[in-house]
T-cell receptor
Framework: QQPVQSPQAVILREGEDAVINCSSS?????VHWYRQKHGEAPVFLMI?????EQKGHEKISASFNEKKQQSSLYLTASQLSYSGTYFC???????????FGKGTHLIIQP | NAGVTQTPKFQVLKTGQSMTLQCAQD?????MSWYRQDPGMGLRLIHY???????DQGEVPNGYNVSRSTTEDFPLRLLSAAPSQTSVYFC????????????FGPGTRLTVL
């Protein structure tokens, strides 16, 4: 069962902030965030682990509410290079692999 | 390090043909996986492997086979291609699926006519 991402798409001006949400119905070990540009492979941004540990990108922050099985990715002072599709992937006890959401399309305009 | 490599980059098949998508990694990762990506659907797990000789099914395994004879290689076989298998296929590797980042290959764009 795929995690649900919101919003599906967002358009921002350069310098504005964005929040992308990811929600699962299952108890999670971890939440992963990836960014994909058109025609390219997904690129790792961040992992949030049960218990509070984070690994990943210095300029991007995220939160993980274990009780609600929700995660949010915070993009502050967005740059043109932030444009792309953002995917969350969740790891839970029921599957030996990541289950990805359908993605959030982020467009940054000058 | 080459990271994760995939061949071919593009492929066109006719319905009923078979083929193998190749995937290799040089990072000595135990965990490898195959995803397919369709418009609006995100990435869906086809098969995965937690080490040489060990494979298992993911969310959408029907019509695909895998094997893992070495740590480095994880080929994906389409047994009898169908138009519904038209997609972009990504191979990924990592130390484990939960606690470490997955490294994705560049992808194979497959069209089945």
């Amino acid at each position: 069962q795929q995690p649900v991402q919101s919003p599906q798409a967002v358009i921002l001006r350069e310098g504005e902030d964005a929040v992308i949400n990811c929600s699962s119905s299952k108890a999670l070990y971890s939440v992963h965030w990836y960014r994909q540009k058109h025609g390219e492979a997904p690129v790792f941004l961040m992992i949030l682990l049960k218990g509070g540990e984070q690994k990943g990108h210095e300029k991007i922050s995220a939160s993980f509410n274990e009780k609600k099985q929700q995660s949010s990715l915070y993009l502050t002072a967005s740059q043109l290079s932030y444009s792309g599709t953002y995917f969350c992937g969740t790891a839970d006890r029921g599957a030996d692999g990541l289950t990805f959401g359908k993605g959030t399309h982020l467009i940054i305009q000058p | 390090n080459a990271g994760v490599t995939q061949t071919p980059k593009f492929q066109v098949l006719k319905t009923g043909q078979s083929m193998t998508l190749q995937c290799a990694q040089d990072m000595n990762h135990e965990y490898m996986s195959w995803y397919r990506q369709d418009p609006g659907m995100g990435l869906r797990l086809i098969h995965y492997s937690v080490g040489a000789g060990i494979t298992d099914q993911g969310e959408v395994p029907n019509g695909y086979n895998v094997s893992r004879s070495t740590t480095e290689d994880f080929p994906l076989r389409l047994l009898s291609a169908a138009p519904s298998q038209t997609s972009v296929y990504f191979c990924a590797s990592s130390r484990d699926y939960s606690y470490n980042e997955q490294f994705f290959g560049p992808g194979t764009r497959l069209t089945v006519l």
